[in-house]
Structures are given as C-alpha cells and as structure tokens.
C-alpha cells in the first residue's frame, strides 16, 4: 500500500474552528482559557478533562483548536502513521515571525531532509568534544559564584549556558567580545516571542524582537563561509561541512534558520530543567548527597563522555524533574486530514493543544504522582514504562528533540562540577509559585546559599 501523502495546499488554508460539536468551552471573550493558562496549565487540563474528557475545545487568545489528553492520543499524534499531524502549522502562529524554517516548522520530507543537517553535530565524536569543552567553561563561572550569600539561580545558569551555546553551537572563540551581540541578539527574539501586538512599531517587544532576529541572522551569515572553511567543532560547523545527496552544501539561509533554532530549542529548556534541578536538590537534601556521592565515585574533576551512563542516580533526578515540569510546557499540531480521534470526529486545519504534564502526572501510570521520587524511574519501578507514551517530555516520532542526549550531557557536567565544589541550601520552608510560561520554572528563580566543600 502507498504510504499516505499529506494534501498539498494544507499549508494555505485557513484554522477549523468549526467545532461545536465537541464539548468544552471557548472561554472569556477575546483570551479564551489563555489566563488559566498562564496561571497553571496543569490545573486547566484537570479541570477539562474532569469536565469533558481527553478531547475538548479550548481558545487560547486568536487560536481556536481542541486540548488533547492522553498517553494513547499522544501516541497517536506523535507516531502520525497516515500523516495526519503538521507541526509546521501547530506552531507557525506562535514562532513563524521568529523561526519559520527551524526544523520544528517543517513537515514531513522537507523535515526529513533538514533534520540530516542537524544529526550530524550530535554524533558520538562531535559529543566527546562538547563535554571536553563544557568542563572549563564551568569552571570558570563556577569560581566566581559567592559564598555564603542568598544568590538567584536563574540568571547564573542562564549567563552560564549562554556561554556553552555561544562556544559550543557557534564556536565563538572570545565570548567576552562577542557575547553582547550574540546574547542581545538571542535574548531580544526571545522577548519578541511574548510580544500579543505582532506591529514592527519602534519601542515595542515585537519589534525588538524582529531586530534581533535581523542582527542574529546576521551575525550566522557573516560566519558561515568562515565556518564552513574551516575545521571548527563547534556544532554549526558540523552543520555548514555536511553535504546533501547531491554533494552541494546546504543553503546559507537553511543554516541560518538552524542555528538560530537550535540555540532557541537549547537554551530555555536546559535552563527550566536545571531550575527545577536546584528547587528539588535544595527541598530534598538528602538526594542531594546521593548525587554529590554519585560525582564523587567517578572519581576526576572532570567529566568524560563515557563517564555519562555511570551517573545513574542524576539521569533518574533529572528524569523526575522533567516529569514534574516539562520544559515544553505545550506542543501543538494542526490536523491535515478529518480523523478520528478518542470518539471524536475532528476536521482538518483544526489547531490541536498538548500539555505534556497531565500524562506525566496521570494516576493510571505513576504512583503518588505529585510527589518528587527520582527512585520511580529505577530498573525495579521503572513507571515510565508503564506506557509507552505517559513520559514525553522530549516528545516523540519524527519530531522527537535531536538534542536530548545534549542536555542530559549538559546538565549531568553541570551537577558533576557544581556538587563536587559547593554544597547548597534554599531558604527554610521554600515554596515557590511555578510559572507555566514563558518557560516552566520557578518564579523567583531559585534563590539558594552556596558553601564551599
Ligand atoms: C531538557 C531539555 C530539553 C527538552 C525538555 C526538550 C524538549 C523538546 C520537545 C518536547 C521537542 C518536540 C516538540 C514537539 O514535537 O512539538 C523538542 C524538539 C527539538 N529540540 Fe529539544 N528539548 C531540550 C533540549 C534541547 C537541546 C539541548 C537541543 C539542541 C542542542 C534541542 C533541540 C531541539 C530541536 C532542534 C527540536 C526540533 C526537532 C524536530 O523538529 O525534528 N532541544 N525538544
């Protein structure tokens, strides 16, 4: 049987949102449900689910489209056997100004063909050489991070890993030179991309953001002919020597599109992953000795790439707070053809909404599920297991992230350094509020005290 084709004008047609016949709610008048959102995502979907089950419609701001619950749902969106899903279309209205040709704006072939540019910078050799690069950039901040003071996590492990995408993504040797540049730059899209007005009006975010796009871009189109010269290790450079099957490199402005992209996709989620990291090491004291005692049996200051599996205990952290607090709070596709999904018809071009941490917090498939227990993702537990789609926080299928390995790399080199050096705390009887957006982390972003081991 002929593989399924996606019809070809899907593109260009207009968001369904004819869809009345499918319970839930449009919500307030011009916001939908995007407050109750922004306020906890988590809560909204229980709130949907208990009220109309896994599939029900939902407004969040101009787009109309269903949530969709459900570890067999999710399995069927991500697998998309007939190709019925577009990413493309799920997250154009909300990063196309920004990112129209990263590799998580491209369906099917096109996909296919981009994403071969990308594996090549993700190749066990490429991943030696990050981990070698990483240990000093940690150093070298780490030293200088104070002792003995209330500190705030969030910018330091932010400045931290713009240091390591600047170095290890671009292969920027003088990051004090050329820092300003580039982290404006990436900072102001980023800015953009909560912009609600989408007017290049001066003084706005939006147009803030637009410039740094302009200066981003620019700043990967002056590098490219150099990059491609040259024999960087960097992972745009991986990126600029690989060849299509026709032996022609890929263009200038897909690399571009790549670059910008991938530090995008890198940077918030290994910081919100590695915030949560601290919430929990800090609440949880005792986890936090196992992890330092896990560093310690390894035995170098350094991390090697193969000392990575070893690190057992910090995989199962890292896994819980992932579990707890996607970084990817909520995927999006847009159907391409009518399906059927979970009793419901649901028309094509309709907008669909997956927040990952419902699945991940289900009572069919975890045990206590709010509690943080890294021991459930243990060779005798193993709860992840107990479906095959209830833990997604790297999604899954086609688009599942090319860089998981990366960021569990990233923050395993980070703790190693980190709890070999410093033993920390957070204040007594800390709380925080989690935010859902723009990123999942904890509000006041970790304020925490550092002691010298
Ligand atoms: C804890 C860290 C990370 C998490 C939780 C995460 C999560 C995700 C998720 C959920 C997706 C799929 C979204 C969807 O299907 O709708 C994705 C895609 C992607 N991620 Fe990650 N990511 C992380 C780190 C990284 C890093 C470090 C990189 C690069 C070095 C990266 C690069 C990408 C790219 C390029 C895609 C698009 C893949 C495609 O469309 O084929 N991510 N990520």
Not at 286 to 310: T, V
Request: with cysteine.
């Amino acid at each position: 049987m002929a593989a399924a084709q996606p019809a070809e004008d899907y593109r260009d047609r207009p968001d369904n949102h004819q869809l009345d016949h499918i319970p839930g709610t449009w919500g307030y008048p011009i916001v939908g449900s995007a407050l109750a959102l922004i306020d906890d995502l988590l809560s909204l979907s229980r709130k949907h689910k208990a009220e109309y089950g896994n599939i029900s419609r939902l407004r969040l701001g101009p787009q109309k489209g269903l949530m969709v619950l459900g570890a067999d749902n999710f399995q069927k969106i991500f697998l998309d056997r007939d190709k019925n899903f577009s990413a493309e279309m799920g997250y154009v209205q909300q990063l196309g100004k920004f990112y129209r040709g990263g590799l998580l704006l491209r369906d099917f072939d096109d996909h296919k063909f981009q994403r071969r540019v990308m594996q090549t910078a993700f190749k066990t050799p490429a991943m030696k050489n990050y981990v070698a690069m990483m240990n000093p950039i940690f150093d070298n901040q780490l030293k200088n991070w104070p002792t003995g003071k209330q500190l705030v996590f969030f910018p330091l492990i932010k400045e931290l890993l713009l240091e390591i995408g600047a170095k290890i993504f671009i292969g920027v040797e003088d990051y004090k030179e050329e820092a300003d540049v580039l982290s404006d730059a990436f900072l102001n899209v980023n800015e953009g991309l909560s912009a609600i007005v989408h007017l290049k009006l001066p003084g706005t975010k939006f147009y803030k953001g637009m410039k740094g796009k302009d200066a981003l871009h620019q700043f990967f189109a002056d590098i490219i002919p150099q990059r491609r010269e040259g024999d960087g290790q960097d992972m745009l450079s991986f990126m600029c020597q690989e060849k299509t099957d026709d032996d022609s490199y890929y263009t200038d402005s897909d690399l571009i599109e790549h670059a910008a992209f991938l530090l995008f996709a890198a940077h918030d989620t290994t910081t919100s992953v590695l915030s949560h990291m601290m919430m929990y090491l800090g609440l949880n004291p005792e986890w936090q000795d196992k992890l330092r005692a896990e560093a310690a049996s390894i035995g170098k200051d350094d991390l090697e790439y193969d000392d990575l599996e070893k690190l057992k205990l910090m995989d199962q952290c890292i896994n819980e707070c992932l579990r707890l607090h996607p970084s990817v709070p909520l995927m999006t596709r847009r159907t391409i053809n009518e399906i059927e999904l979970d009793g419901h018809r649901i028309p094509a071009e309709t907008m669909l909404f997956l927040p990952g941490s419902f699945n991940h917090r289900e009572a069919v498939h975890w045990s206590n599920p709010e509690a943080f227990d890294p021991s459930r993702f243990d060779s005798d537990r193993l709860e992840h297991k107990n479906h095959s789609f209830c833990y997604h926080p790297f999604g899954g299928g086609a688009h599942k992230c090319i860089g998981l390995h990366f960021a569990s790399m990233l923050a395993k080199t980070f703790l190693h350094k980190f709890l070999l050096q410093y033993k920390f705390t957070v204040p007594e009887g800390y709380a925080p509020k989690m935010n859902w957006v723009p990123l999942p982390k904890p509000a006041d972003g970790v304020p925490f005290t550092i002691e010298k081991l």
